[in-house]
């Protein structure tokens, strides 16, 4: 994908449970503002209402073409990269970007195959938790004042998206053609939860992962997974051997 093309078509904004409107409006004029068209909302409060509509000004078209879903895994499981703002510190460290890194990141994700990322933003009160941050292969925190760290989720949607703008436009200067460098794409968000799954499945099977006492390891390879970042190839490859491995478990395999 040319870098110039990235925002309009490879880049979701995900709001989670936006309680306010207006917010949902202003973000959606900050995409505008910023070439981006891609947004996803996951059980707003109260959408559509005018509010969102007064605050989009020249974004209401994006708001006309955003997507309602129920949960995020809907709004994120077509994507190969998943990115989640969020400023909390989780008891298992995950890998974090500040914006301009996430830019850089999101740039090379298009280049695997025309990958599709998605950047998560969570609730005004509450931000996005545990189980929704274990998703991202990333976490994303916008640096602030400590005295007063608390930005609106609209405004912390401007931020990144500029620096998307710029990043991209940057691309676009040095590699006008902005040819895939991978062979194979990326293993979307559906493939990897169904790897997980199986993971887990199989550890259980020998004996290694006890779902009653799991002693966070499943979240610890599911870190892993997002260092390495699979593609689909590679993702059946490792669920082939999966099956391969139950089959030789005793009284699996029959």
């Not at 559509?48 to 809907?74: F, T």
């Not at 989780?90 to 500040?98: G, Q, T």
């Not at 912390?156 to 040095?174: I, K, M, P, T």
């Amino acid at each position: 994908m040319v870098a110039k093309d990235v925002l309009a078509g490879g880049v979701r904004i995900v709001l989670v449970e936006p309680s306010h409107p207006g917010n949902i409006g202003a973000v959606a004029r900050a995409m505008k503002t910023m070439g981006l068209s891609d947004l996803v909302l996951v059980n707003p409060e109260l959408f559509p209402d005018p509010r969102a509509r007064w605050r989009a000004m020249g974004g209401a078209d994006i708001l006309e073409r955003a997507q309602v879903l129920g949960d995020l895994i809907s709004a994120v499981e077509d994507c190969s990269l998943v990115i989640g703002a969020s400023a909390r510190h989780l008891s298992i460290p995950w890998p974090v970007l500040e914006p301009h890194q996430a830019a850089q990141e999101v740039l090379s994700e298009a280049t695997r195959a025309s990958g599709r990322t998605a950047i998560v933003f969570g609730r005004e009160s509450r931000g996005l938790t545990t189980e929704e941050l274990n998703l991202c292969q990333w976490h994303l925190r916008i640096p602030a004042s400590p005295e007063y760290a608390s930005l609106n989720v609209a405004m912390a949607v401007q931020v990144v998206c500029y620096e998307l703008f710029v990043a991209a436009e940057a691309a676009s200067r040095s590699d006008p053609d902005g040819e895939p460098e991978w062979d194979r794409p990326p293993a979307t968000i559906k493939e990897l939860e169904a790897l997980y799954s199986h993971l887990e499945e199989t550890l259980t099977e020998l004996g290694f992962h006890d779902p009653d006492h799991p002693r966070q390891v499943m979240a610890r390879l599911r870190r892993l997974a997002s260092r390495i970042r699979p593609d689909t190839t590679e993702v059946g490859i490792l669920r082939g051997v999966l099956s391969a491995v139950q089959r030789m478990i005793p009284g699996q395999g029959e």
